[in-house]
């Protein structure tokens, strides 16, 4: 259900017509309820399709605006995507937030955010247009494992650095041990203070929920990728996404995505997933961090070359 004004939209009832440029506010509701907040951004020409855009953890929508005035969704609008940027529940305006009482699971928001939010987006198109996500790190994985269990059904994905922490998908050892580490120290701070207070350590916009971090160690202590109740396998499904999938990683991303721990996720896969590696600049500037790929001036090439890549799977005309 999507509302505007307390109004429930009722879009195909609507008859066809062209919007103008500009952004307009949505709420979508979820199906237990939840009140997702969305920016549709209609492009500035002909539409050839809609892009979801769902961000990283500890982040919010706002994430692709940056940096000001040049951030990757005006780039997509520019060049003829509808852009629907949602916040994911207990994050931005889809409150409450966590400091604020909310809270969610991650099976949440890939069985009840995602395909709220993949429905709004099919609606808004009425079936003329390709329906297309772009993932970064939570938004990707969450996409992923979405599309893998048959909840929703994207035309072709873009991931940039999306990657589960699981011992099979991690070759360093080292690394990997530092990783049990962290998650371990993130957990219980979660269980001391009822959340992971990434505003007070200046990690992000946006608290995470305790039980969200209870689901990545669960992940990584038991390697197995899994829904709570163990229903859905999310890694074995990955096997039967058949759209096109994209992968950006970065050799500046050492740890929450490192190039071989990204290309090593999305190769389970059906399909022939690629994989684009970011590396330093011709300048001999440094490779793109892991938020740099969404928020950093720099990363305008990456995101020229997945729109591209989009139409060119897409078979959408240029």
Known sequence: MVSRGGAERRSKLRPKRRRAPGRESIDVRTSDGWSLRAEVREPDDECVG??????????????????????????LGERGWRVVAFDFR????????????????????????????????????????????????????????????????????????????????????????????????????????????????????????????EDFDRFARSGAWTSADGRLDYLSGLDRIRAPVMQIVSDGDRFECAPECGARFVSRCGGRPEVWRVGAGHDGSRPLSHMGLVTSHDARPCWTRAEAWLRGVLRVPA
């Open 50 to 75: 809609t892009a979801v855009l769902a961000h990283a953890m500890m982040a919010r929508r706002s994430e692709f605006d940056r940096p000001p005035g040049g951030g990757l969704s005006r780039l």
């Open 90 to 213: 207990a994050h931005g305006d889809s409150g409450p937030a966590v400091h604020d009482g909310g809270r969610y699971a991650y099976d949440d928001l890939v069985a009840r955010d995602l395909p709220a939010i993949h429905a709004f987006a099919r609606d808004r198109s009425r079936g003329r247009e390709p329906v297309v996500l772009v993932g970064h790190s939570l938004g990707g994985h969450t996409g992923l494992a979405a599309q893998g269990a048959g909840l929703v059904a994207f035309d072709a994905l873009v991931t940039i650095a999306a990657n589960v922490w699981l011992r099979e998908l991690e070759p360093s050892p080292p690394r990997w041990l530092l990783k049990r580490a962290s998650l371990r120290a993130a957990v219980a701070l979660c269980r001391r203070v009822g959340r992971f207070p990434a505003r007070v350590l200046r990690l992000g916009s946006d608290d995470e929920s305790l039980a969200c971090f």
